[in-house]
């Protein structure tokens, strides 16, 4: 399985992503030409957290018995200390 690994920053949050200088033009043609699997990784390797979160829990919800999007959004989680909400995604794998 692969983790999800990154680190995230505080911005002026959408001011800064939607209005105002909003993403940096490298990143959004990275995003553009992958694939849905990953975004989440070039979400989380660019600092964008909330992004990746999103990105994972919607495909979770599209495919909620996916082992490896469960263990890559609890990877995620715990990067940030959050066991609890980790512990609930380690708990939906496969036995």
Same mark, same amino acid.
């Given at each position: 399985?692969?983790?999800?690994?990154? @680190?995230?920053?505080?911005?002026?949050?959408?001011? /800064? *992503?939607?209005?105002?200088?909003?993403?940096? /033009?490298?990143?959004? #043609?990275?995003?553009?030409?992958?694939?849905?699997?990953?975004?989440? @990784?070039? *979400?989380? /390797?660019?600092? *964008?957290?909330?992004?990746?979160? /999103?990105?994972?829990? #919607?495909?979770?919800?599209?495919?909620?018995?996916?082992?490896?999007?469960?263990?890559?959004?609890?990877?995620?989680?715990?990067?940030?200390?959050?066991?609890?909400?980790?512990? *609930?995604?380690?708990?939906?794998?496969?036995?």
């Amino acid at each position: 399985m692969a983790d999800v690994s990154g @680190f995230c920053w505080r911005t002026d949050g959408a001011a /800064e *992503y939607a209005g105002g200088q909003g993403m940096p /033009e490298d990143l959004s #043609q990275k995003l553009s030409r992958a694939s849905k699997d990953r975004l989440q @990784f070039i *979400y989380a /390797e660019n600092g *964008y957290w909330y992004d990746a979160m /999103e990105t994972l829990s #919607q495909q979770i919800d599209a495919d909620p018995d996916n082992d490896r999007l469960r263990s890559q959004r609890s990877s995620l989680l715990k990067q940030v200390n959050l066991p609890i909400a980790a512990a *609930y995604d380690t708990g939906m794998l496969s036995k």
